[in-house]
């Protein structure tokens, strides 16, 4: 066969190509071309915002810098992933906020004013749309640069909105009597109710470790406040999971809007009935059935989207028919078959029933044609390319699967906390079973999703920054669990073994599992198929993502104590009000201990860093910056996550009797 391109692989055919980057040998190949753009110039930005367009400036000589700069100080990205970053810089500023020119000469201080306040609205919009609607990585590598903006972003805001939510006051009731609106938030959510209320706690119960509803709760007030914020939260992070997945889970036809809007109301309109009719009101008292109730609304995203792909035959090899040119390439072309998309098969299928042709279906036949001959029987082979199921369908399954696993991750960990709560107390030995089974829990359904997701395209999901999100969700919901335990621990011995245990395990076995003999031995077991690179990045990337959890998980730990023993709804959570004289458990002693603990957290994670970076020259403060400047999208979805899996912590001990 004739050579048509003078072509030979890893050269540059183009003479401008080669005078462009004779003096760039370090630009990798891909194909005939250079993954890394021109360093000077100005490129036009092609994305597209829901607000006014903005022009992007690309400095020049510094789109390399990220990538140049990463390289001198130990990462190790890899892959596509470098390449992005090496581009960061190029949409990184819009322009000056400077005004008109016609207001310069301007000195009224009224339209001076007026200028200042739009510049901040204006700015205010930008930083909103940029961060979290829309996320660019020229300012979400800006705002996880430095450390104090990156701690503000990823461990005060969701602990913060997290203590902001349960601080929320309820409107309560006493238990043993009827009780008269006393505030007009009171008497806004009051119900009719005549006379006491039947305790629906039998004689023989016995008050689990969470403690026993204490007063009474307004219904509406919980379902439309407390509960419509928990459900609300929920669906950001299901959106911002397929945002990740690049799919729109909702309808074409509706928009997202109008959709979650609809998924709000049912969340919000199917407990009434179970609260209004008597018999089965006993349900609403369950913290497990308001949860169950919220898997169910978060899989409701998941079920749009499989029937959308289902309804346009997404799951079927061929959607569109085929060229000729294309047919060449098939089984159809030697089978004589015409290469019809799947539809058209079917329509035609559907005529040979009522003895019509395919001509029938055709809009430019005038007359209907009635089948005289039958079409020949199909081959094996073209049987067993319409059996075949497309790549992005089973991609589509396998990313469901994992969201499954996830879910039902949250469920087992409650049935975990019922167990552990409604035995107390426990020893030393007995927490510590608990404990590490619970974490043997969640790594090993970690590692399943981890599997699932792969970090490589090909690899099932073949996603890193679903992998990245996963990760994080797995390891707060270890964290939330074990510090939720902190408050029912009754010596500083016990806090001393499970710190000394974790801290232990965290900076011996770490560096263990980053060696090349490790990895080795994982390669030879066919347990990955990475390159050590690759799988050093991922370990570099779980130290940081162990950080962000530990960090966050804690402090609304500490913040939730503070607001719930000393604030309105100490009654609501009876779990922080440490009142009881014959429990064991003492209000100082968790403060101070939890925050000890948290203190050789920092320590630990401090050392292991420094073991990481002298032992195999990688920084994961980078490495994780570099993640969150790469891919934007992960910045507002880990900060959905993480507030989700802290109100799944403060959900499940509130105390619930409703009015």
């Known amino acids: 066969m004739p050579n048509f391109f003078p072509f030979i692989p ?22 005939r071309f250079r993954a890394v753009p021109p360093r000077s110039g100005v490129a036009p930005s092609s994305g597209r915002s829901i607000f006014a367009s903005r022009p992007h400036a690309t400095p020049a000589g510094e789109r390399l810098s990220l990538l140049a700069a990463a390289s001198a100080r130990g990462s190790v990205h890899v892959g596509y992933g470098a390449l992005v970053a090496a581009g960061l810089d190029a949409d990184e500023d819009w322009g000056s906020d400077s005004t008109d020119g016609d207001d310069e000469g301007d000195q009224h201080k009224v339209w001076g004013i007026a200028r200042i306040w739009r510049r901040a609205v204006r700015k205010t919009r930008r930083d909103v749309e940029d961060l979290w609607v829309v996320p660019r990585h020229g300012a979400v590598r800006r705002v996880v640069e430095t450390w104090w903006s990156r701690w503000g972003l990823l461990v005060f805001l969701p602990a913060g909105l997290a203590v902001a939510w349960c601080a929320i006051p309820f409107p309560l009731y006493p238990l043993d009597a009827s009780h008269r609106p006393h505030t007009f938030i009171d008497a806004l959510f ?16 016995r008050t689990p470790g969470h403690g026993e509803a204490r007063v009474q709760v307004n219904f509406w007030f919980f379902l439309f406040v407390y509960y419509g914020f928990y459900n609300l939260t929920a669906l950001i992070w299901i959106t911002k999971v397929f945002n990740l997945y690049s799919l729109n889970w909702w309808p074409s036809a509706l928009g997202f809007p109008l959709t979650i809007s609809l998924i709000a109301i049912l969340s919000l309109a199917a407990p009434i009935p179970v609260y209004l009719i008597p018999e089965a009101r006993f349900l609403t008292v369950h913290n497990t059935a308001w949860i169950s109730w919220t898997f169910v609304i978060m899989a409701l995203p998941v079920a749009i989207a499989f029937c959308i792909l289902m309804t346009h035959e997404r799951h079927l090899g061929l959607r569109h028919s085929l060229s000729e040119t294309q047919r060449i390439f ?14 058209d098969q079917n329509r035609y299928r559907r005529g040979q029933r009522w003895g019509l042709s395919q001509g029938a279906f055709d809009p430019d036949t005038a007359v209907l044609q009635i089948a005289t001959e039958h079409r020949p029987p199909q081959t094996n082979a073209f049987m ?16 469901c699967l994992a969201l499954a696993i996830s879910l039902l991750a949250y ?25 590490y089974s619970w974490v043997v829990t969640v790594h090993l359904l970690d590692l399943l999703t981890g599997w699932i997701l792969g970090g490589n395209e090909g690899e099932r999901v073949g996603s890193y920054p679903l992998s990245w999100i996963f990760k994080l969700y797995f390891m707060l919901t270890y964290q939330t669990y074990v510090r939720a335990l902190y408050a029912r621990l009754r010596s500083p ?33 066919g347990l990955t198929a990475q390159s050590y690179g690759s799988y050093q990045k991922i370990c570099t990337r ?37 009142d009881d004289p014959d429990e064991p458990y003492n209000f100082k002693l968790t403060l101070f201990a939890s925050a000890i603990t948290w203190a050789c957290e920092l320590i630990a994670g401090i050392v292991l860093r420094g073991l990481i970076r002298w032992i195999f ?7 994780g910056r570099m993640d969150l400047a790469v891919w934007p999208e992960l910045l507002p979805t880990s900060v959905a996550v993480m507030l989700h899996v802290l109100q799944n912590m403060l959900f499940s001990i509130i105390r619930l009797h409703f009015r």
Do not use: C
């Open 617 to 623: 020259g990688v920084n994961a403060n980078i490495e």
């Open 190 to 205: 009051t119900t009719k109710s005549g006379g006491s209320v039947r305790s629906l706690v039998s004689p023989g119960h």
């Open 384 to 399: 067993q390319r319409r059996r075949w199921l497309p790549a992005s369908f089973v991609r589509f399954v396998w990313f």
């Open 542 to 578: 779980n130290v940081f993502i162990r950080f962000l959890a530990e960090n966050v998980s804690m402090l609304t730990f500490l913040g939730s104590i503070l607001v719930l023993h000393f604030g309105p709804n100490t009654d609501v959570y009876p779990y922080f009000a440490f």
């Open 10 to 31: 890893g050269t540059e055919t183009s003479p401008s190509a080669s005078r462009l980057h004779a003096a760039d040998t370090t630009s990798p190949l891909l194909g």
């Open 330 to 343: 098939t089984s159809s072309w030697w089978t004589g078959e015409n290469g019809n998309s799947m539809r």
């Open 411 to 435: 469920l087992i960990g409650e049935a975990y906390a019922e167990i552990y709560l409604r035995t107390l107390p426990h020893n030393s030995w007995e927490t510590i079973v608990y404990v």
């Open 493 to 525: 011995q016990q806090f001393i073994w499970l710190q000394a245990l974790s801290s232990g395990f965290l900076i011996i076995l770490t560096p263990l599992t980053m060696t090349q003999t490790y990895h080795r031995a994982l390669t030879m077991l």
